[in-house]
């Protein structure tokens, strides 16, 4: 109408101050929406290195717990449900898993480690939905960090295995698609299943050496034939 006032019209400090309100606002957000990812991959990383691994719930059925990017996921072998986990609160040992790896809710499972006397996590509690609390046992692996070569480019790897005397037909996991490290819980299942399994961190990524951005499809396909 005309008794507003067109963008034109307004002083030009006016505009500048808002423009500066504005991306000052915009940069916080952003500062904030970056310290709340870095403390949830903090938080993972901790949980991780105490609690992650695999655990029996009963013969034949196991759960692994293990991380992706800044998140800590489950996966349950028998049904092949695979979840993100949240903390329920900050001093607490347990966490509430959501259907999927894309949704942590809504909640379908309750996982609670479980510490021994020396502070280790060696058991796992898991409730779900209509279903009895069970308690899962973690099971002991041996394991071995090694290298490899592909021409000059040193690849990592771990090998694990129930019993590192007997012998294991092998299986080497090869890395799927983008900056993939080595597995660590589908290696473990495996391993539990009756093989010695190798897997590595993908050409560039982690501790393998070359350039993962000018690796080709023929480069990786050569490292695996390597491993």
């Known amino acids: ?31 904030q929406t970056v310290s709340t990812s870095e403390r949830a991959a903090s938080v993972t990383a901790q949980w991780c290195a105490r609690g992650c691994g ?5 013969p034949g059925w196991t759960i692994g717990i293990g991380q992706e990017d800044s998140d800590l996921v489950y996966q349950d072998f028998q049904s092949g449900r695979l979840g993100i986990l949240k903390k329920k609160g900050d001093a607490s040992p347990a966490f509430s898993g959501g259907p999927t790896l894309m949704a942590s809710s809504p909640e379908v499972v309750t996982f609670r480690f479980i510490e021994d006397a020396e502070g280790r996590i060696k058991r796992l509690q898991l409730q779900e939905s209509g279903r009895p609390l069970r308690t899962a046992n973690r099971v002991d692996f ?6 490899f070569h ?11 295995s129930r019993q590192p005397s007997r012998k294991y037909p092998g299986l080497v996991l090869i890395p799927g698609g983008g900056a993939q490290k080595r597995d660590k819980v589908q290696s473990l299942w495996w391993a539990y299943n009756g093989f010695r399994v190798l897997t590595y961190d993908k050409r560039g990524v982690g501790q393998s050496g070359g350039a993962y951005r000018e ?5 990786l396909a050569a490292d695996a034939a390597s491993a």
């Open 54 to 58: 695999l655990y029996e719930v009963t």
């Open 150 to 160: 592909n021409g000059s480019t040193k690849l990592s790897a771990t090998v694990v």
């Open 215 to 219: 690796t080709s499809i023929l480069d």
């Open 1 to 31: 109408s005309a008794d507003c006032v067109r963008p034109s019209e307004f002083p030009a400090h006016f505009l500048v101050w808002s423009s500066i309100a504005i991306v000052i606002l915009c940069c916080s957000a952003f500062a």
């Open 142 to 147: 041996a394991r071995a960090e090694v290298t």
